[in-house]
């Protein structure tokens, strides 16, 4: 938990962070993807003129677009 504490709390980078800990940067990488697999981080986007990804992704598919935009 620590390590997801400095690299999502106090914005260390993944370099930073295994030169702390002595570890390589593709283990804090692997650390911090299992960290998020197991549901201990979550990543939460607060749009302010709301959600509409879920909306132009339907679109996009029921119409055969690449792209819909809300």
């Given at each position: 938990?620590?390590?997801?504490?400095?690299?999502?709390?106090?914005e260390?980078?993944?370099?930073?962070?295994?030169?702390?800990?002595?570890?390589?940067?593709?283990?804090?990488?692997r650390t911090l993807k299992e960290a998020k697999r197991q549901g201990y981080v979550t990543i939460t986007i607060n749009d302010p003129k709301g959600d509409f990804t879920d909306t132009e992704i339907k679109l996009a598919n029921t119409f055969g677009l690449q792209q819909a935009i809300v």
């Open positions: 938990m620590k390590i997801c504490y400095l690299y999502y709390q106090q260390k980078t993944q370099e930073e962070i295994s030169r702390l800990f002595g570890v390589s940067r593709f283990k804090i990488s």
